[in-house]
């Protein structure tokens, strides 16, 4: 098809190489792939933020006077289920990292471009039936799904939304299982393992977890499925059947997802932060290790969700110290970021703003995570807000953060326009703000004995839950904010250049959006990763 | 097919965001490899309930395997293996590009696979009608039936989804047996076969496993 030239846009790239819907529904670009996806999620984004606000709507006053309890049941496990499968779980991965894998490593595309489109098609059609769950009343099991409650005694959509869940996971394991390969396979030449930009790295750690986690999860909710449908008795105790298995089962996947939550975006700020602080990363070697050793030590703490319900005390110290374990990996990255920007010549940009915003949130979500891997402590807080702010602080402080950011770093490569710097650093700020007011007041909530899960509560629990409530609205005004300015800069954007943040990487050696293959042609890499310092500088202000 | 491809590159089945047709094949094959490790994880969680509920209750496993029908299980292993043979002796004449050969090999493992899912929709419909089948109508004689219908859960679980791979195996070797009488594979260009033919072998080990922990547990207290 004939490309008609962008203004300012001169050159043939993937965006106007072809035209109209089918040249998108049909295309095997992993760059527009990535855009199909950052579609789809941010639609789930907004549903999933929606039941977010009517839960703190809600909380508002002590008594449950907006909804009923089982309408507020619904609405926590939608949220849940929305943000967890359909947001966050494909949030850097399939968005950033299918964007970026291939032309990081100076490949055409992934491996399996087919196989790439097929998982976005998988996750629609795992949305489809997501939707279909919360138009036709949703389900209200909590994101978890506990027996027998999800088998025995609930008459809402339970396996609609199991399956939903189910058909998503496929659209994981698709992805991992291309990136895998790609980074295995497609690397160009010179680009060996320990010159892989660290966003790399930590992709590949992901993808392990997807590939070796979503299955077990799969085969957990198939079983919930044939439980309510023809009563199987797997997880069933009238039949003798163990919960506690569903439970081992559920989070042998969902504790790893966590990790397949955070770890993409802890690529992204190593991105981030080498860049704006113009140092390579220090200790690139611990760091690339360090995702590698979360992946697998993620892998080994899973009853740590478990230490009240009735697992034996010897197995909950066992997982209580491997859970401690996980902190070394974890505190290696924040300590190597830290020292990335020691002495570098830090500028304030909104991406860096964002990693600034991750490093700290995802330390507080991480020391809290040590409270709850306590045995002791952990009988005082589970299951109440203290676990809900720390879970945040990783889930929406750290990834949702790192996302935003990486969003903003690689928009210029994305869309070929530069974001309005100002309202990118005031949408930061009010990100930042608003997430802190919202979640901060949970850990003490928590710490008071507020429990999650119930949609009244304690006068006295009030003032902490307005604050609460307020944070959350100023949150939503934040996410709004970089929808608005994204959609105005892909008009009347500034035109970005090939490399707008003097940035290392083969990706900023590429125009701007990059041509459908990527590179015009094959580059060889004879450098290491982050050679900042030798590589040009290109100055950045404004 | 091909003009007798000579030079790699010019392979008309080169993807063409590969460099060449061993980095294509290559990735197919770890690809492969890499997705049966996912099959290995979504079976191992029904082994581990399996493991789980023959300790917990190991007299009603005993029993429930004894309901099973031993000839069923044994000729269909027999049936899986031969089925495995013929899917090697394909998989090595599409590498030597005996395109005959390949094309009657996977139709016989075709009918194998056909022939395992006819001798299991009998044996299913055993089953069915001797109310083995979990829920409201299962029925069992003897003590502890609520355990014996744990078992026929992880039963009916296992052998199911393992029928649904099967099922999914014989229609791919279907499209690939289409591909192959239109010449498609040969010495160049194989890795499809190569691929199915891992599927296949996985199914099938599947089987392998499924077989002793189902039919054959209870095997010495009955002879």
């Known amino acids: 098809m004939a490309a008609i030239p962008l203004p ?79 947001f966050l779980i494909p949030a850097v991965p399939a968005v950033l990292g299918n964007f970026l894998i291939p032309i990081m490593i100076g490949a055409k595309d992934l491996a399996f471009p087919r196989i790439n489109l097929l998982s976005w098609y998988i996750f629609i059609i795992g949305g489809c039936f997501m939707l279909y769950t919360i138009l036709t009343g949703g389900a209200d099991t909590g994101w978890t799904f506990y027996t027998p409650l999800s088998t025995s005694f609930l008459d809402t959509h339970v396996v609609a939304a199991a399956v939903a869940i189910f058909i998503a996971g496929f659209s994981s394991i698709l992805t991992g299982l291309n990136f895998i390969v790609t980074v295995h396979r497609m690397r160009a030449p010179g680009m060996t393992w320990s010159r892989l930009p660290l966003f790399v790295w930590a992709n590949y750690a992901t993808s392990i977890i997807q590939v070796l986690g979503t299955p077990v999860l799969a085969i957990t909710l198939a079983l919930v499925a044939l439980e309510r449908l023809f009563h199987f008795g797997i997880f069933d105790p009238q039949k003798g059947g163990d919960p506690l298995l569903f439970q081992h089962l559920f989070w042998f996947y969902s504790h790893p997802a966590v990790y397949i939550m955070i770890l993409p975006g802890m690529g992204v700020v190593s991105e981030i932060v080498a ?61 190597n970021w830290t020292a990335t920007m020691y002495k570098g010549s830090i500028s304030y940009t909104t991406p860096m703003l964002y990693a600034f915003g991750f490093i700290g949130l995802f330390t507080m979500g991480g020391l809290t995570g040590l409270f709850l891997a306590a045995l002791g402590l952990d009988v005082h807080v589970t299951d109440t807000y203290f676990v809900i702010a720390h879970f945040h602080y990783i889930m929406v402080g750290g990834m949702v953060m790192a996302y935003i950011g990486g969003l903003h770093f690689w928009w210029p490569k994305i869309s070929g326009r530069m974001y309005p710097e100002s309202w990118g650093r005031l949408a930061a700020l009010t990100i930042f703000i608003g997430f802190n007011l919202t979640f901060f007041p949970q850990f003490i909530l928590g710490y008071l004995g507020m429990p999650r899960r119930y949609w009244q509560y304690s006068p006295e629990y009030q003032v902490l839950n307005v604050l609460s409530t307020a944070g959350s609205t100023i949150l939503a ?55 900042y310092g030798e590589a040009k500088e290109v100055p950045v202000e404004r | ?17 590969f460099a060449d047709m061993e980095q294509q094949q290559q990735a197919a094959t770890m690809g492969m490899w890499v997705f049966l490790i996912t099959e290995i994880m979504f079976f191992g969680g029904m082994f581990l309930a399996y493991m789980v509920y023959r300790y917990m209750y190991y007299a009603a496993f005993v029993a429930g395997s004894q309901a099973m029908d ?38 016989v493992t075709m009918l194998f696979g056909c022939a395992f899912m006819g001798i299991k929709a009998i044996e299913y419909t055993g089953h069915w009608r001797d109310h083995q ?67 296949w072998h996985f199914v099938d080990i599947v089987w392998i496993y499924l077989y002793p922990l189902l039919y054959l547990i209870s095997h010495k207290h009955t002879g």
């Open chain 1, 275 to 335: 860049c704006f602080s113009r140092k390579r990363v220090f200790g690139y070697k611990f760091m690339a290790l360090a995702v590698i050793a979360i992946a697998v030590f993620g892998f080994l703490v899973w009853a740590h969700h478990m230490f009240v319900a009735g697992i034996s005390l010897y197995a909950a110290l066992v997982f209580s110290l491997l859970s401690y374990l996980v902190a070394v990996p974890s505190a290696i990255k924040v300590f």
């Open chain 1, 477 to 531: 005004v934040g996410y709004v904010l970089p929808m608005v300015y994204f959609l105005w800069s892909m008009r009347y954007g500034k035109v970005a250049d090939e490399n707008p943040w003097g940035a290392a990487g083969l990706e900023w050696m590429t125009a701007s959006p990059p041509p459908t293959f990527n590179f015009d042609e094959t580059p060889e890499v004879t450098w290491e990763a982050y050679n």
């Open chain 2, 133 to 199: 089948f979990p829920g409201a109508s299962f029925h069992f004689e003897g003590p502890d039936p609520q355990h014996i219908e744990i078992f026929f859960s992880l039963y009916w679980a296992m052998t199911g989804f393992h029928a649904l791979h099967m099922l999914i195996g014989i229609v791919v070797v279907g499209f690939i047996t289409f591909y192959a009488w239109r010449g498609r594979y040969g010495p160049d260009y194989h890795n499809p076969v190569e691929n199915v033919g891992l599927y």
């Open chain 2, 1 to 17: 097919m091909s003009d007798s491809a000579t030079v790699a590159d010019h392979n008309p089945a080169l993807q063409h965001h």
């Open chain 2, 70 to 107: 031993f000839w069923y299980g044994t000729i269909n292993t027999i049936v899986l293996i031969c089925s495995s043979l013929t899917m090697a002796l394909a998989v090595r004449a599409s590498q030597v590009g005996q395109r005959k050969a390949l094309v009657a090999l996977l139709i």
């Open chain 1, 8 to 86: 300012g846009a001169e050159h043939e790239n993937y965006l106007n190489k072809e035209y109209g819907i089918r040249s998108w529904l049909l295309t095997t670009d992993h760059k527009r792939i990535a855009l199909l996806y950052l579609l789809s999620i941010t639609f789930f984004f907004f549903i999933g933020g929606f039941f977010a606000l009517l839960i703190r709507l809600e909380l508002l006053t002590p008594a449950g006077d907006l909804v009923q309890a089982d309408t507020y049941n619904k609405l926590f496990t939608m949220h849940g289920q929305v943000m967890v499968f359909f």
